[in-house]
């Protein structure tokens, strides 16, 4: 079983950075991919930035060039960097993981294990 644990949301104004941080936690091989998706209040959860087999780093359009994904090195961490935010960025952000899916679709259903969620209010 996989545990996940976001931190690192907050309240910023419109421009401002924010990173955030899951790290997790039991059994998880190379196999495993992880990513971070957002829930803007009422709407569905949607990827955001993932990491895909092999390392490969997969974003949204509208967060290419805002947010960054990166690892941390003992592989069990990851960490998105949300730069420019704007207010559109407001939702509560998830930490997720499974195996690496064969193409990247941004869809929630790829996943299974998940964190509680952080919170990024963006005004």
């Known amino acids: 079983d996989v545990q996940l644990v976001e931190s690192g949301g907050g309240s910023v104004e419109v421009g401002g950075s924010l990173r955030l941080t899951c790290t997790a936690s039991g059994t998880m091989d190379s196999r495993y991919c992880m990513g971070w998706f957002r829930q803007p209040p009422g709407a569905e959860r949607a990827g955001v930035a993932t990491?895909?087999?092999?390392?490969?780093?997969h974003y949204v359009d509208s967060v290419k060039g805002r947010f960054t994904i990166s690892q941390g090195s003992a592989k069990n961490s990851i960490y998105l960097r949300l730069d420019d935010l704007k207010p559109e960025d407001t939702a509560v952000y998830y930490c997720a993981a499974d195996v690496c899916p064969v193409i990247q679709r941004f869809m929630s259903t790829d996943y299974v294990y998940w964190g509680q969620g952080t919170q990024v209010t963006v005004s």
């Open positions: 990491f895909g087999r092999g390392g490969s780093r």
